[in-house]
């Protein structure tokens, strides 16, 4: 109704969570003198918690911390971004930019080896990353020329790169452009150029490309305004977590 579409797939293919607790490796919570917890549903009040079920266990365990030892957050407070690599080590990214633990967190998706720094977006249920990646890489197939918005630090763009000749990755976050351009040269990778602004400007500066597949994952808020209508390729393949934002991009 939304998108105004003629057709729709009779059929979504869902694949599930292999599990549904202990899965989430990303999360962010709120420090207040009052304690440690989540925002309320709808509300900006804090519900205090030291345990979180959906957390990967070393996140739980980081959220414990947090709450046990106040003196950590030294009066920061507002809301950190806890993030759990693959092997379990965790990052915590306070407010003022700081961290604790790791500056960066090691994970592996789709056969590659990528380092996302603390604050730098990243799928958060780890077990089902490979899949996300691998169904993306098969609806973007393969080629000459592939473009990429929203490109993070490389979660998509290393597999992209094994399939296109070139790939050109936009992506305005700078530690994302920083992490993306070290997993690249990691992966001695050097047939993408990373554009680091943001995807608005990229399209203004590149009217003349024409890639053969454009592949976008932006946030929950969709496109911003005025760039749906200047892609142009072959084929689109568009990663959403929000389906609203997406039928108002498809129309």
């Not at 694949?15 to 549903?41: D, K, L």
């Not at 990373?194 to 969709?222: H, I, K, S, Y």
Request: with cysteine; aromatic share 4%.
């Amino acid at each position: 109704r939304i998108g105004k579409l003629a057709s729709v797939p009779e059929r979504i293919e869902m694949r599930g969570s292999p599990a549904p607790y202990g899965y989430r490796s990303r999360a962010r919570v709120v420090v207040e003198e009052a304690g440690v917890g989540f925002r309320r549903r709808r509300s900006h009040a804090l519900c205090a918690t030291a345990r979180c079920p959906i957390l990967v266990p070393p996140l739980d365990a980081a959220l414990s911390e947090l709450d046990r030892t106040p003196e950590l957050a030294r009066g920061r407070w507002g809301e950190w971004e806890l993030a759990a690599g693959d092997d379990g080590k965790v990052s915590l990214l306070a407010p003022d930019g700081g961290t604790l633990g790791e500056k960066r967190t090691r994970i592996r998706i789709a056969g590659e080896d990528l380092a996302i720094s603390a604050g730098v977006f990243c799928q958060a249920n780890g077990a089902l990353r490979t899949d996300l990646a691998e169904a993306v890489h098969e609806a973007a197939g393969e080629g000459g020329l592939a473009l990429e918005l929203f490109a993070g630090a490389g979660s998509l763009t290393l597999g992209l790169a094994r399939r296109f000749r070139r790939v050109v990755a936009v992506e305005s976050n700078p530690g994302a452009v920083r992490d993306l351009g070290d997993n690249l040269r990691a992966a001695r990778i050097d047939s993408v150029e990373v554009l680091g602004v943001p995807v608005e400007e990229a399209m203004g500066d590149l009217p003349q490309l024409r890639p053969e597949v454009v592949v976008l994952d932006p946030p929950r808020t969709g496109l911003p305004r005025g760039v749906a209508s200047t892609l142009a390729a072959d084929k689109v393949v568009y990663l959403s977590c929000d389906p609203a934002t997406m039928a108002r991009d498809l129309a």
